[in-house]
């Protein structure tokens, strides 16, 4: 190839890599405000926990079965709203629990700043390095494979035959805890190397990271300070 060909197409590529990072994190700041608008709106309506589960479940029908179809048309931007719109408001019961408690504020800060300084210290580190952490892959499908059949069990322990849980769901919340921050590598690292050109559904990860980031940490920080 043409050393200026191949000069002029790696450039191209990497502006369409940063157009696509862009779009991405200006997509993700603005689902975050929006879903800690409609977490706000939940916690004022006092929203049940019934309600935020049957959101839950409506959210994460969106984003397996709707959104795959729309992530490449004008829709895209509306769902993607849509899903995080109803994730935040399921987490209004969650939050008003810890608010609750004796130290609610100081938990829920903690779980934020938490969640904000992994999400950014990883994020800066890939961009930053543009390392390649695609290998990670198939271990963070398994570990998240693993921790999905633990909680799965761990709820029909405790509901079923009313074992006490609590110690088993801690370490899930660490494994979690552990677990989004590899994907916050992996991830981003797919972003910036042009694995990911779909900056919806680059966000959509992320988002999702950040989230079980977030309520796992909420649960770790909870735990320690009763």
Do not use: C
């Amino acid at each position: 190839m043409d050393p200026q060909v191949y000069t002029q197409h790696a450039s191209a590529q990497s502006v369409d890599t940063n157009k696509v990072l862009r779009n991405t994190y200006l997509l993700l700041s603005m689902t975050l405000v929006f879903s800690a608008l409609t977490a706000g709106a939940s916690m004022a309506m006092n929203l049940s926990h019934s309600a935020a589960l049957i959101m839950m479940l409506a959210s994460l029908a969106i984003v397996w079965f709707v959104l795959p179809r729309v992530a490449n048309s004008a829709m895209g931007l509306p769902v993607v709203f849509l899903f995080t719109g109803l994730l935040g408001a399921s987490l209004g019961p969650m939050l008003n629990h810890y608010l609750a408690l004796p130290n609610g504020s100081s938990i829920v800060m903690q779980a934020l700043g938490g969640t904000a300084a992994i999400f950014l210290s990883l994020s800066a580190y890939v961009t930053t390095t543009k390392k390649d952490f695609s290998f990670m892959g198939g271990f963070l499908f398994a570990g998240l494979m693993v921790v999905i059949v633990g909680a799965i069990g761990a709820m029909i322990a405790s509901w079923g035959f009313g074992v006490d849980v609590s110690a088993f769901s801690l370490a899930i919340s660490a494994a979690v805890v552990l677990l989004m921050s590899g994907f916050i590598l992996f991830d981003t690292s797919r972003i910036v190397n042009g694995g990911e050109t779909n900056y919806i559904m680059a966000t959509v990860g992320l988002y999702l990271t950040i989230y079980n980031l977030f309520t796992s940490l909420l649960h770790l920080i909870g735990a320690m300070d009763e």
